[in-house]
């Protein structure tokens, strides 16, 4: 489940076969001829996470590294292959009455870069970008009733965005006092988001800390978390913080293209531009 690159340094004069399941062709001592790479995935691909110190590098599961001008690279997706962008990290829950954190950004299934004659994919199994983590709950200082009992209550974490490595959950709000603080939100699954910890309520009063967003997963948008409700003597306010971005299913650098022919799944952008070299 490392993210990898179809191009490791070697340097090829002529057709090579890589791997057992395919044939060399009868003329593959022919230099003259273009030199064709065909990856093919049967297994699963994951990325790798972007962090709460680096919410936003996109990362590929799949490079498709750059041969030379003369090189026709293929990209074959079996129908049990699965290609996947890691999930973003929902964001902190709250320190006290602070802000909630923002959920990190998923990253990406295949990269494609420029240099190569032609970069050819064939779906017929699975290629999903990573979806982005939900964001964090904002936390609450209150003074309900002019007691000495004033509650500091930390907002929730945020869900994990659905990929491979699964989104993490945001960790959990910190510095409640006459309360708990809000919980972590959990892990995804490769395809099914995680949901946003619950945000709490004090001792006294009935002010409440914002629960986390859930993080994205196909068809359903990663959250913000939410704010602070029930308010009763509000003092100080946080407010939720933001999701992430999705990933995308490929991305290509600047000068770069390739042909996609899907008989099978494909979960998010394939316009998206530029990427980190794996």
């Given at each position: 489940n490392a993210n990898q690159n179809a191009y490791q340094g070697l340097s090829i004069s002529q057709p090579k076969m890589i791997g057992e399941f395919?044939?060399?062709p009868s003329d593959f001592d022919n230099t003259s001829k273009t030199l064709i790479v065909k990856v093919k995935i049967d297994g699963?691909?994951?990325s790798k996470r972007t962090t709460y110190n680096d919410r936003s590098t996109q990362y590929v599961a799949l490079d498709t590294g750059a041969f030379g001008i003369g090189t026709s690279i293929r990209v074959e997706v079996s129908s049990s292959g699965r290609i996947f962008g890691a999930g973003g990290r929902g964001g902190r829950g709250s320190s006290g009455s602070g802000n909630g954190g923002r959920g990190t950004n998923g990253t990406s299934a295949i990269g494609v870069r420029n240099g190569n004659k032609s970069v050819t994919i064939v779906n017929a199994g699975l290629i999903q970008c990573g979806f982005a983590g939900g964001g964090g709950g904002g936390g609450v200082y209150s003074d309900p009733d002019r007691k000495p009992e004033d509650p500091v209550i930390s907002?929730?974490?945020g869900g994990g965005g659905a990929g491979l490595p699964n989104g993490l959950g945001g960790s959990a709000g910190t510095g409640s006092v006459h309360?708990?603080?809000g919980a972590a939100g959990s892990n995804s699954t490769n395809t099914v988001r995680g949901l946003g910890g619950t945000g709490r309520t004090g001792s006294r009063g009935n002010s409440r800390s914002g629960d986390g967003g859930n993080g994205g997963q196909q068809g359903t948008s990663a959250q913000n978390g939410d704010n602070p409700s029930n308010?009763?003597?509000?003092?100080s306010?946080?407010?939720?913080?933001s999701a992430g971005s999705n990933g995308a299913a490929i991305r290509k650098k600047s000068g770069a293209s390739f042909t996609l022919t899907n008989t099978g799944t494909v979960h998010g952008s394939t316009t998206a531009t530029n990427y980190t070299n794996n």
């Open positions: 395919s044939s060399l699963t691909l994951g907002g929730g974490g309360a708990s603080n308010l009763q003597g509000a003092i306010v946080g407010s939720g913080g």
